[in-house]
């Protein structure tokens, strides 16, 4: 793929269609919200770190669509995924006297991504917003899709909403200012599709992860593009998770229990999809559905991308009944039963549970290797 070529991506869902729109210089041209209904006011929601580098860019661009373009800057960072970033929102909405037409501005990663979506959701009983993704993470998986929340402290994610925007700009120029360690975390999300839905896609990342890590525009715009595909396509079959979605949580059962055991913010959370993987792997290798191959295989890519593939101890009385605890309480978890997504074969996915002594032994072999 040209780097310089503007690559669209549509998301399909009747009157809550929008496409994805990827290549460099792209956030900050004011045609790249033309198309979007004029309204009287739009407020970009950033952070700490974004908002110094990106807002002021933003705001010019937007400034030919909206007569008013006000910003709210949130605390950076995964433990700031909660009700008092939410409520800064508001204000700045209440404050600015914002109406129903205000569009909301998600400018930033996968956290001011999900938190502004959850706002734009519930202000005023349902606002526009558009998610101007600036990491690797949510341009290839968060600001696609319409799943927005925060999180609470028992458990990742648990009070949202499905709210889907009006419109995703991927800008690729915003991650030249990524810290390494993001981009690698935002590789986990990527690494995901392969196992589950495209392993052609496992073969070429394993080709040309150097050239990701050295963030070749090309590349990455590939790997946004590819990844924006796999979504849309599970997305546009299954926009509520009532099945099919909960495919693209490969990974995250065991994910979302380290982030919540070690604390918000400790891990990344796609260091701890990375190594989530891993132990998902472990365990659909156990349970017969792959073979030790495909566990290595995979192991070393994530390896190869930065992640780490060894899981953390949770507690030092009882690591895996910790583990285990906090499992039941993941999303997809029924009367108590923790329900994993596994690979069946490569490039497949399915979701099921797996008796508690097996899923033991996995958490023992990936916290003591
Ligand atoms: P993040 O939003 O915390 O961003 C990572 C860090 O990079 C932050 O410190 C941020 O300020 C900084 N940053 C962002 N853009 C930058 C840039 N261009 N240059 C320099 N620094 C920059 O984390 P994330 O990995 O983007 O997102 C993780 C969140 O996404 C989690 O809360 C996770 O639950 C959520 N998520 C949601 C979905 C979904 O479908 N809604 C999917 C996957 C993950
Ligand atoms: N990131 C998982 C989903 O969007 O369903």
Redesign the pocket.
Known sequence: MKASELQTVSIDLADRSYHIAIRGSLFDNPLSYAELPKAGAALIVT?T??GP?YAQPLQKALAPQYAQVYTVVLP???AF?TWESLNLIFDALLLNACDRKTTLFAL???????MTGFAAASYMRGVPFVQVP??L??QV??SV?G???INHPLG??MIGAFYQPLKVVCDLD??K???QR?LS??LA?VIKYGPIADMDFLAWLEANLDAILAREPAALGHIVKRSCEIKSWVVGQDEREAGLRAILNFGHTFGHAIEAGLGFGVW???EAVGCGMVMAAQLSARLELVDAFFVHRLTTLIAKAGLPTKAPILSADDNAGRYLDLMRVDKKAEGGEIKFVLIDKPGSAIVRSAPDAVVRQVIDVCCNK
């Open positions: 952070n770190t974004v580098l950076d960072g995964e995924k930033g990663g996968g956290v001011v991504g999900d600036t990491t993470l949510a998986d968060s899709g799943k927005t929340a990742k994610n915003t991650l200012t990524l810290p993001e975390a935002g999300e990344l959370h796609g």
